[in-house]
């Protein structure tokens, strides 16, 4: 299952990221380890994602529905 997260702080990263909108955590326990996440961000040409602090999301629970599309939309 997927993990997604919602974007509250963007600060720094003006580029990368958009305060508001949904992102995909991709799994990385080193980097939690370090009060960061491994995020798919605005770039999206890279497939392993890139690290941003933690603090700067909270995570959500989709319904189902939203969390297929969010998947084919990544894919």
Known sequence: ???YVLCINNSGNQASLIVGKVYRQL?????EAHG???????????PD???????SFVSIDLP???EQALAAAYA
């Open 64 to 66: 189902d529905v939203a």
């Open 27 to 31: 799994p990385d326990p080193e980097a």
């Open 1 to 3: 299952m997927n993990k």
């Open 49 to 55: 994602g890139y690290l941003y602090p933690a603090a």
């Open 36 to 46: 960061m996440i491994r995020i798919i961000d605005e770039d999206k040409s890279e």
